[in-house]
């Protein structure tokens, strides 16, 4: 009887810890993925970066600059949006008129997980073959000092790009963004995911090649540049309403002008 009790005492004593103990919260609020977008754009990135792509080749991060850069942080041990952005990205870059990878700008796809090789990119590669056009100019790659303390963490630091491990899900938790880059290799615009199409692609990279278009007698570009503005609550391009609706008030000043100067004319002529 005495066994039942002090088993029965046990119980009661396990069941009320149980009850009393804290629950370990392993989810991650979305907004610490956010990135300060005001804060990071104009930043400059460190062009010296050292680079491994899938071939052992080592290269810089300067190296691909010297126009506008597409860059987008992935992991190769991803099963899931990490391929699936690289895919999307490839289908909609192909859809791009206006500008062509490898000739008007480049892509380049950066791990940030420090356990990726050269080895697990080329797997990477792997898998994603044939799902999805392969486009010139766009370079997969692991960082050359991804295994030393916080190398890929301050990398992906420079554009604002936090990432968090989950032990529930076996993954990265992480912000699915592409980050277009000036030529010198300053942070042009984000455009995330949801939000990515042939026409917001196209828009930011005139955003990124601002000053060669500036520079140019693209009018068409600057003018594309000047009718749309960036909406950074939905991260998407939207017509430039105050710009348009002032040029439209100049244009119909104009012609009012015109107008009564013509039709005073006119009566003149009449009664001359």
């Known amino acids: 009887m005495k066994r039942v009790l002090a088993a029965l005492a046990l119980l009661v004593a396990a ?8 629950v370990v919260d392993s989810t991650v609020d979305p907004a610490i993925l956010r990135i300060d977008e005001p804060r990071h754009l104009g930043r400059m990135l460190d062009r010296a970066t050292p680079l491994v ?22 992991y190769y041990g991803c099963d899931g949006t990490c391929p699936t952005m690289n895919i999307e990205l490839a289908k909609v870059l192909d859809r791009v008129e206006r500008f062509r990878p490898g000739r008007d700008y480049d ?8 356990r990726d090789s050269a080895q697990t990119l080329r797997a990477f590669l792997a898998r994603t073959a044939g799902h999805a056009p392969e486009l010139p100019g766009w370079r997969h790659a692991v960082l050359k000092s991804g295994g030393e303390a916080g190398a ?9 790009f936090r990432f968090f491990w989950s ?11 592409i980050v277009f880059l000036t030529p010198e290799g300053r942070v042009a615009r984000y455009l995330y995911g949801f939000r990515l199409d042939p026409k917001n692609v196209e828009l930011a990279l005139i955003d990124a090649d601002w000053g060669r ?13 000047a009718c749309f503005s960036f909406n ?41």
């Open 15 to 22: 069941r009320a810890w149980a009850v009393g103990a804290p």
């Open 53 to 74: 792509d899938a071939d052992g080749r080592e290269f810089a991060l300067g190296d691909l600059l010297g126009k506008p850069a597409v860059l987008l942080l992935s």
């Open 107 to 114: 892509v380049l796809t950066v791990s940030f997980d420090a």
């Open 152 to 160: 890929t963490e301050k990398f992906a630091g420079q554009v604002g």
């Open 167 to 177: 032990d529930g899900a076996k993954a990265f938790l992480h912000p699915n963004v």
């Open 213 to 225: 278009i500036a520079n140019s007698a693209a009018v068409f570009d600057m003018m594309t540049g």
């Open 232 to 272: 950074y609550a939905e991260g998407r391009y939207q017509w430039n309403t105050p710009l348009l609706a002032g040029v439209g008030s100049f244009l119909f000043g104009i012609a009012a002008m015109a107008w009564g100067g013509l039709a005073y004319r006119r009566r003149r002529e009449a009664h001359g």
